[in-house]
């Protein structure tokens, strides 16, 4: 079984600064691709930002020379580093890895999700 934990959301004023942390634990052979999704009220879900094993990194127009996706690959963890916020960055977060695990002796890729953080930035 995997857990993944989100944490470091909270309420921001306009301008400031966040910065979100997700490990994954568990019976994990390695993690590919993580990344962290966005869902706002009434809207769907959406990539913020994803980084691969090797390093190489993914971002919504959105954020882009606003936020900065890191990882610690020896801690099965994930960083966001959030500056220059927004009201519309309001949302709550959710933290995504795609582990893979042996299962019956076969290798398997699960997409794992966190429950969220909340991030509210007020104007």
């Known amino acids: 079984q995997v857990q993944v934990v989100e944490s470091g959301g909270g309420l921001v004023q306009a301008g400031g600064s966040l910065r979100l942390s997700c490990a994954a634990s568990?019976?994990?052979?390695?993690?590919?691709?993580m990344g962290w999704y966005r869902q706002a009220p009434g809207k769907q879900r959406e990539l913020v930002a994803s980084?691969?094993?090797?390093?190489?990194?993914n971002y919504a127009d959105s954020v882009k020379g606003r936020i900065t996706i890191s990882r610690d690959s020896a801690k099965n963890t994930v960083y966001l580093q959030m500056n220059s916020l927004k009201p519309e960055d309001t949302a709550v977060y959710y933290c995504?890895?795609?582990?893979?695990?042996?299962?019956?002796?076969?290798?398997?890729?699960?997409?794992?999700w966190g429950q969220g953080t909340q991030v509210t930035v007020s104007s």
């Open positions: 568990g019976s994990i052979f390695n993690i590919n691709t």
């Open positions: 980084i691969t094993s090797g390093g190489s990194t």
């Open positions: 995504n890895a795609r582990t893979a695990r042996y299962v019956l002796g076969r290798l398997y890729e699960y997409n794992d």
